[in-house]
C-alpha cells in the first residue's frame, strides 16, 4: 500500500495568515494527489484534485502543487470558514489512501 | 444536480447483519465508479473499496476484504455497503462518493452513522 504522510497533524493560525500543508507518498504517484476540507459533522469536499487543479466553486485562495512524491497544499490568506481538518488521497493505485489529517484552528 | 443520498443511522448490536444505500442521481450510474470510506469517531479517513457499476466489478482495501461486501443495483442506481456479522469496532460514520478512474471523490453522501453495541 502507498503511505500517505500529512504534516503537520495540527495548525493554530490567525486569520489572514499564509498557510502551507504538505503531503509526502511512500512512492512516486505522478500528480495522482487530491486535497479535501472536511468541517465538524459534514461530508468532505473536494478542493484540489490531480495535484494543481482547482475544483470548480473553491475560492482561488487554495492552490495546489507538486508531483512525484511531495505535494502541498497552500491558503494564501486564511478565512474564517477555513477552519476545517484538511486530508490529502492518492488516487494513484488501490487500495487508495488518505494522509492522517491536518486540523487548522483559530489562534 | 449530481446527489448521493445515504441511508439513515442504524444502531445494531455484535453480530447482526446491515446493508447501508446510496441513492445515486442526476448523472451516468455506470460511467462513474462508486468508493466508500470509514470515519470512525473522532479519526481521520479510511478507504473500503470501490465499485464499477457497469459491471461490478470491486476493489477491497485488504484492510475491509472480508469484512464488508460492496454491491450496486443499476436498476435503481443505488450502491450498498453491507456487514454479515457487525462487530462493535464497525462504528463509524460511512461515506460513499463518486470517482473517475484516477480521479477524486467528487460528490459524496451526507455519511451514515452505525453504532454497534450490546
Known amino acids: 500500500d502507498i503511505q500517505m504522510t500529512q504534516s503537520p497533524s495540527s495548525l493554530s493560525v490567525y486569520v489572514g495568515d499564509r498557510v502551507t500543508i504538505t503531503c509526502r507518498a511512500s512512492?512516486?504517484?505522478?500528480?495522482?494527489l487530491n486535497w479535501y476540507q472536511q468541517k465538524s459533522g459534514k461530508a468532505p469536499k473536494l478542493l484540489i484534485y490531480?495535484?494543481?487543479s482547482l475544483q470548480s466553486g473553491v475560492p482561488s485562495r487554495f492552490s495546489g502543487s507538486g508531483s512525484g512524491t511531495d505535494f502541498t497544499l497552500t491558503i494564501s490568506s486564511l478565512q474564517p470558514e477555513d477552519f476545517a481538518t484538511y486530508y490529502c488521497?492518492?488516487?494513484?493505485?488501490?487500495?487508495?489512501?488518505f494522509g492522517g489529517g491536518t486540523k487548522m484552528e483559530i489562534k | 444536480e449530481v446527489q448521493l443520498v445515504q441511508s439513515g443511522a442504524e444502531v445494531k448490536k455484535p453480530g447482526e447483519s446491515l446493508k447501508i444505500s446510496c441513492k445515486t442521481s442526476?448523472?451516468?450510474?455506470?460511467?462513474?465508479?462508486i468508493g466508500w470510506v470509514r470515519q470512525m469517531p473522532g479519526k481521520g479517513l479510511e478507504w473500503l473499496g470501490i465499485?464499477?457499476?457497469?459491471?461490478?466489478?470491486?476493489t477491497y482495501s485488504p484492510s475491509f476484504q472480508g469484512q464488508v461486501t460492496i454491491s450496486v443495483d443499476k436498476s435503481i442506481t443505488t450502491a450498498y455497503l453491507q456487514w454479515s456479522s457487525l462487530k462493535a469496532s464497525d462504528s463509524a460514520i460511512y461515506y460513499c462518493?463518486?470517482?473517475?478512474?484516477?480521479?477524486?471523490?467528487?460528490?459524496w453522501g451526507q455519511g451514515t452513522l452505525v453504532t454497534v453495541s450490546s
Open positions: 442526476a448523472y451516468s450510474f455506470t460511467g462513474y465508479w
Open positions: 490531480a495535484a494543481t
Open positions: 462518493a463518486r470517482q473517475m478512474v484516477g480521479g477524486p471523490f467528487d460528490y
Open positions: 512512492q512516486s504517484i505522478s500528480s495522482y
Open positions: 465499485i464499477y457499476p457497469g459491471d461490478s466489478r470491486t
Open positions: 488521497q492518492q488516487s494513484y493505485s488501490t487500495p487508495q489512501t
